[in-house]
């Protein structure tokens, strides 16, 4: 049993739900309990909670099964941010600044530490409260593994998992129909799910947001694999793919979120566009939330249950203001400020985006 400086601490979810949240859940309840003898309070649907006052105590029965479990049982949004909090005046809505609620509500809880699990968005409001004097612990949370200082987040395996089988699948009535299908996967301003997932399924394109794509290379290559008697081409594009000196594709928009842009759509006009000009069949899948969902792989449920227990011995520690991280094998932490600067994009000429290159794989460039 450790000695800790904290004794009732807060944990929320908040964000787009990524696979391993439960086992971070999971693996925060059960150290600070075992190894500190703290109590855990849940709050529920992400900062909405803690403006509302809607929380649970955690228990070590309330987290038995929920290991393999995608989702939160806590329950998230990526809206209700306490800082810009959409508050209806009459007819007419506008933002108000409601964080000296969160304030009455760690109180009237007693927390002494908060660990917030989430993306950029989630841990920039984290950083927020922690300024304002509020004790915070981050974890890296994403399927798009886009945060910075993280060399990995969770849920991004299983993400992957999921886009690499949809290819193997597409392969299926590729060749048998030999047609071009288009796999369209998330990823809003970085690729990492479209690049791993093409590498892994052998797509003979693919298209990243940190590459900005020419119609003309795609449509080459794919006539190149026709006269080279290739009859079929697998296309992944990431959502946030967009043609040399033009924009990304929006879906729509949605008011009050962290990040309002909703994208969607790239993948039709990547496939109309090769179906005109290469005269073959062309169809799309866009794989959307599929990836967020189900049940995370062995890797996800190991590094979502190191982080969450590195997140509490950083309470026990007293070492706040700091999120968990992966460097290499290691599980390390780093200031908050440093997770939520610029994002991680795939480096257009690192590694991965060489490999690709050297197997003949198009980049559209
Ligand atoms: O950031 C994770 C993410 O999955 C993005 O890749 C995607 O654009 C977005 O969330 C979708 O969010 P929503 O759940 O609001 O559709």
């Known amino acids: 049993m450790a000695k800790s400086v904290a004794k009732r601490i807060g944990v929320l979810t908040g964000g787009g739900d990524a696979p391993g949240l439960n086992a971070v859940i999971r693996a925060v309840v059960k150290t600070a309990i075992r190894e500190y003898q703290m109590t ?7 900062f909405g909670g803690l403006i509302k006052n809607q929380a649970r105590e ?3 029965i309330d987290v038995v099964g929920i290991l393999p479990r995608g989702g939160t049982i806590l329950g998230t949004t990526n809206r209700d941010n306490p800082f810009h909090y959409p508050v209806v005046k009459g007819n007419e809505k506008t933002f ?3 964080s000296d609620r969160v304030f009455e509500n760690i109180s009237i809880h007693g927390i002494d530490a908060l660990i917030v699990i989430g993306g950029d968005g989630s841990l920039a409001i984290g950083k927020e409260l922690q300024d304002k004097g509020l004790k915070v612990i981050g974890v890296p949370k994403t399927i798009d593994n886009d945060l910075s200082a993280t060399d990995q987040t969770f849920g991004f395996d299983t993400a992957l998992t999921t886009a690499s089988e949809a290819i193997d699948k597409l392969h299926t009535t590729a060749e048998s129909h030999h047609r071009v299908m288009v796999l369209e996967v998330m990823g809003r301003y970085a690729g990492w799910i479209a690049l791993a997932s093409g590498l892994a399924g052998g797509a003979d394109v693919i298209i990243i947001p940190e590459i900005p794509y ?3 290379i795609i449509v080459n290559k794919i006539n ?3 006269r080279g008697n290739k009859k ?3 296309i992944v594009v990431a959502e946030g793919a967009k043609p040399v000196g033009g924009d990304m594709v929006v879906n729509k928009h949605v008011e009050d979120s962290f990040d309002p842009i909703r994208l969607g759509g790239i993948g039709n006009v990547i496939a109309q566009a090769v179906e005109t000009a290469t005269g073959k069949e062309s169809r799309v899948t866009v794989l959307g939330h599929l990836q967020r969902g189900g049940s995370p792989t062995a890797y996800d449920r190991i590094l979502a249950t190191r982080y969450g227990t590195a997140a509490v011995n950083l309470v026990g520690e007293g070492k706040f203001g700091n999120m968990v991280c992966l460097k290499g094998q290691l599980i390390e ?3 908050l400020e440093q997770a939520i600067g610029e994002l991680h994009k795939v480096p257009v000429d690192g590694e991965l985006v060489r490999v690709a290159r050297q ?3 198009c980049l559209g460039d």
Do not use: K
Not at 40 to 46: A, H, L, R, S, T
């Open 224 to 226: 190149a694999r026709t």
């Open 58 to 60: 955690l228990t070590e």
């Open 40 to 46: 855990v309070v849940g709050f529920e649907n992400g």
């Open 96 to 98: 108000a600044d409601v």
């Open 232 to 234: 079929f081409s697998i």
């Open 333 to 335: 932490h780093v200031p």
């Open 214 to 216: 020419n119609m003309d």
């Open 359 to 361: 197997l003949g794989i």
